[in-house]
């Protein structure tokens, strides 16, 4: 379901696969430049006036790119509210757009405000405890709903709202309509197999899937309190396992690795001082993970977005693995993934932590590197070539935006990290 974590403001709405934190309009791409025009018709049609904006994400999507900000709009009695509103750039003018805007030859984009998500109708009505009740009922569930909180929300995508009930409290996933049954149906098919996922409670082809909560903690907050990574990451191999016995009817989610190059170039801008630099890198993870999949190679079911955050363990033994979060990605795919996602959710988890928490940020660093260590070792063809480029790949990536009050220097970082992966792996 998404990591299932507390939302505080606005600007952390949106975090799931990766942490991210408001920047300025200057340090981000020329792109946001363009999107003032439609902040301005957004106010507009709220009976607000614009003061101001800051971006918060921008990513890859199967429409272009998607651009996420926080704008700040005044009230007629002089206060301020904050809003998020979304662009994604279509790769069609064709395309429905909620606010056209009339520029010969543009490409018009699809703009919403938050919880208005074209992609997920029933995120606005679930938020509503009058009209999502009635819903709640025809699932079948037999729970009523007194509270609901969005706790993940990726755009375009996903969102998970807890919802407090009279008796437990419970989750509700908001896809878009055409796969909820295909993910209502895997989560059947995992607990059938023995995979510790939340139990399925009812789903609607509107996009709704209701599902329990699961026993324990986050295995993030619990890294301090694990007294044996090596007996952790055992349960961690044992659960990929698990999940490679599960007949796939399904590919997962691409890999980060063929996105490579816009990482790249997004990072260029983002580091301009480092191009030649972050260049060069590109090319030899490209080079490296080119070389890994030169093997003939396995394909099993893998998760597709693995790591702690999807992961709960018991909260007197960490080590023991207790829920499986997300598997909305799951299906046919290289376990290199899965093993790479890990391993990059620890270093930027880390590298988060260090100004903070710097013994937290070290036990992460340390649960890493035992986890690289197992790579050599995997039987899987070129293995450790892939996983090692695909980690690096989502390291650039986690460096587009990592959560330090020294932002910079700790996308500088990062990217030594990848490179670490990359001068260190084997040929």
Not at 143 to 155: F, G, H, N, Q, W
Not at 160 to 178: A, D, G, L, N, Q
Not at 317 to 324: A, N, Q, S, V
């Amino acid at each position: 379901m998404g990591a299932i974590v507390r939302v505080d403001s606005l600007s952390t709405i949106c975090s799931e696969r990766r942490c991210i934190i408001a920047g300025t309009a200057d340090d981000l791409p020329r792109e946001h430049a363009r999107a003032h025009s439609y902040f301005t018709r957004v106010a507009s049609g709220l009976d607000r006036s614009l003061k101001g904006w800051t971006a918060t994400v921008v990513e890859p999507t199967d429409n272009g790119y998607l651009f996420g900000y926080e704008l700040e709009l005044g009230r007629r009695d002089g206060s301020i509210e904050k809003r998020l509103v979304f662009v994604e750039g279509l790769d069609s003018a064709s395309e429905r757009s909620l606010f056209p805007i009339d520029e010969p030859g543009a490409i018009q984009p699809r703009v919403w405000v938050y919880p208005q998500d074209p992609a997920l109708p029933a995120l606005q009505t679930l938020l509503d405890l009058s009209f999502a009740q009635p819903i709640l009922d025809r699932l079948g569930i037999g729970l009523t709903a007194t509270t609901a909180e969005v706790v993940s929300y990726r755009p375009g995508r996903r969102a998970v709202i807890r919802m407090e009930s009279t008796t437990s409290p419970f989750f509700v996933k908001v896809v878009e309509p055409v796969k909820a049954a295909a993910i209502a149906e895997r989560h059947q098919q995992f607990r059938t197999m023995s995979l510790p996922v939340p139990r399925l409670l009812g789903w609607s082809p509107e996009g709704i899937i209701a599902l329990s909560g699961l026993d324990g903690i986050d295995a993030q907050s619990a890294v301090p309190r694990m007294r044996d990574y090596d007996l952790f990451l055992d349960r961690v191999e044992f659960l990929i396992g698990l999940l490679a016995d599960i007949p796939a009817y399904n590919t997962a989610r691409s890999s980060l690795f063929e996105r490579l190059d816009w990482y790249v170039d997004r990072l260029i801008a983002h580091l301009p001082a480092q191009a030649e630099r972050i260049t060069a890198l590109g090319e030899i993870i490209a080079r490296r993970g080119m070389d890994g999949r030169s093997y003939l190679r396995s394909t099993v079911t893998i998760h597709g977005d693995l790591h702690l955050g999807q992961l709960f363990v018991d909260a007197d033994d960490p080590c023991e693995i207790t829920g499986l979060l997300d598997i909305d990605t799951a299906g046919a795919g290289d376990p290199a993934d899965d093993a790479a996602a890990l391993y990059a959710h620890l270093i930027a988890l880390g590298e988060m932590a260090r100004p903070l928490d710097p013994h937290y940020a070290e036990e992460c660093w340390a649960l890493a590197a035992r986890w690289l260590a197992r790579w050599q070792r995997n039987r899987n063809a070129g293995f450790a070539l892939r996983a090692r480029a695909i980690a690096a790949t989502h390291l650039l990536g986690h460096a587009l935006r990592p959560v330090s009050v020294d932002g910079d220097q700790a996308s500088v970082r990062l990217l030594e990290r990848a490179e670490f992966l990359m001068s260190s792996a084997s040929t």
